[in-house]
T-cell receptor
Framework: SQQGEEDPQALSIQEGENATMNCSYK?????LQWYRQNSGRGLVHLIL?????REKHSGRLRVTLDTSKKSSSLLITASRAADTASYFC?????????????FGPGTRLSVLP | DTGVSQNPRHKITKRGQNVTFRCDPI?????LYWYRQTLGQGPEFLTY????????KSRLLSDRFSAERPKGSFSTLEIQRTEQGDSAMYLC????????????FGPGTRLTVT
């Protein structure tokens, strides 16, 4: 089954540094999304990249997708303490194969002031 | 935009009891999803509605679980004969087929089965 797996499981950086998280999956996808979850709060959609796209930007976020390697990366530039959260990738099945989105176990990011 | 709301936010129940959770999606959204999340893990897909039709169910959704979305607006998730393994955060998300795949999540209902 398709499965998102984030790497690393945990990441600790200083404020102002860049943070990079990776996601690998196993089967064909239509799109890949990144979500953020703060402690005790719901998930917030960050960015979506479609299978025919290679790179996407949104503010301080940069997402890449390599479908040949079945992997994606999320880069957060100039990190802030408020970026401290868990980050999840979620893969969407190919078109016509339903809406069963698969989330990985997440990367816990700590940004130290 | 009032966002996705879920009630109750917390539920403590004894094993064997039935529980029901409610989700109110963003009003113009026609898609609604239920997920379960345990500590340290990502959400696991449970089921999906488009309008009032339940189009997809995970194999994780045992016979004790049932979900409805009777008028294509709010949804309920019922767990019968709860077990300790059902303890988790139950998340609801909504989306609009016009915006493809983005999902907007509610704050979740934390279930504790004692």
């Amino acid at each position: 089954s398709q499965q998102g797996e984030e790497d690393p499981q945990a990441l600790s950086i200083q404020e102002g540094e860049n943070a990079t998280m990776n996601c690998s999956y196993k089967t064909s996808i239509n799109n890949l999304q990144w979500y953020r979850q703060n402690s005790g709060r719901g998930l917030v959609h960050l960015i979506l990249i479609r299978s025919n796209e290679r790179e996407k930007h949104s503010g301080r976020l940069r997402v890449t997708l390599d479908t040949s390697k079945k992997s994606s990366s999320l880069l957060i530039t100039a990190s802030r303490a408020a970026d401290t959260a868990s980050y999840f990738c979620a893969t969407g099945p190919p078109y016509g194969y339903g809406q069963n989105f698969v989330f990985g176990p997440g990367t816990r990011l700590s940004v130290l002031p | 935009d009032t966002g996705v709301s879920q009630n109750p936010r917390h539920k403590i129940t004894k094993r064997g009891q039935n529980v029901t959770f409610r989700c109110d999606p963003i009003s113009e959204h026609n898609r609604l999803y239920w997920y379960r999340q345990t500590l340290g893990q990502g959400p696991e897909f449970l089921t999906y509605f488009q309008n009032e039709a339940q189009l997809e169910k995970s194999r994780l959704l045992s016979d004790r679980f049932s979900a409805e979305r009777p008028k294509g607006s709010f949804s309920t998730l019922e767990i019968q004969r709860t077990e300790q393994g059902d303890s988790a955060m139950y998340l609801c998300a909504s989306g609009n087929s016009g915006t493809q795949y983005e999902q907007y999540f509610g704050p979740g209902t934390r279930l504790t089965v004692t």
